[in-house]
């Protein structure tokens, strides 16, 4: 089983910073099947980016995905009030599939 | 427009069964995997099952596999979780997700329903 770490668990930032999230892989991804979810309180969670580097459909571009092997990087460019939520990595490489343990962004 | 409703959650005793249910519009069911996610009360997403777009591959998570099975029924667009032999730990929000035509990330998410497992 492919284990997911995320770091860090909580990041503090204002709107309009930069915010990176990191997701480390226990083994190295073969594939770039690696995923980022978006998730707020009481609301279903949403894909922002699968493969690696592609947004999903209507996913803004200051949202952008990166890494391989076993590191990979969630970063969005300046946050927007709407932005701070949580951030999921998901690994669908090989199964079973799955999730990191969270990133929380939230408002300092 | 991708739609995804989850039905079939409630309450139910250690030991026992639920069937969950997912009806799904907007999109050529046939064409992709589906998948069954959940999160537990104050914890994060975990990955339960997905079934291949003819439902003749089906994965598991170890920490349900011989106890859930998951299936689907093409000709209604539905995905179905069977729950059995149901443990406290599995209380959760089971959420329904689409996959994708060739990977089995999860690429739309329904609203979610509520399993509690409790004396």
């Known amino acids: 089983e492919i284990v997911l770490t995320q770091s860090p668990g909580t990041l503090s930032l204002s709107p309009g910073e930069r915010a990176t999230l990191s997701c480390r892989a226990s083994?190295?991804?073969?594939?770039?099947?690696l995923a980022w979810h978006q998730q707020k309180p009481g609301q279903a969670p949403r894909l922002l980016i699968y493969?690696?580097?592609s947004r999903a459909t209507g996913i803004p571009d200051r949202f952008s995905g990166s890494g391989s092997g076993t590191d990979f990087t969630l970063t969005i460019s300046r946050l927007e009030p709407e932005d701070f939520a949580v951030y999921y990595c998901q690994q669908y490489d090989s199964s079973p599939l799955t999730f990191g343990p969270g990133t929380k962004v939230d408002i300092k | 427009q991708v739609q995804l409703v989850e039905s079939g959650g409630g309450l139910v005793k250690p030991g026992g069964s639920l069937r969950l249910s997912c009806a799904a519009s907007g999109f050529t069911f046939t064409d992709y995997y589906m998948n069954w996610i959940r999160r537990a009360p104050g914890k994060g997403l975990e990955w339960v099952s997905y079934?291949?777009?003819?439902?003749?591959?089906?994965h598991y998570a170890d920490s349900v596999r011989g106890r859930f099975t998951v299936s689907r029924d093409n000709a209604k667009n539905s995905l179905y979780l069977q729950m059995d032999s149901l443990r406290p730990e599995d209380t959760a929000v089971y959420y329904c997700?689409?996959?994708?035509?060739?990977?089995?990330?999860?690429?739309?998410w329904g609203q979610g329903t509520l399993v509690t497992v409790s004396s």
């Open positions: 083994q190295s991804l073969t594939s770039t099947y």
């Open positions: 493969g690696t580097y």
């Open positions: 997700g689409r996959g994708g035509r060739m990977t089995t990330v999860t690429t739309a």
């Open positions: 079934i291949s777009q003819s439902g003749d591959s089906m």
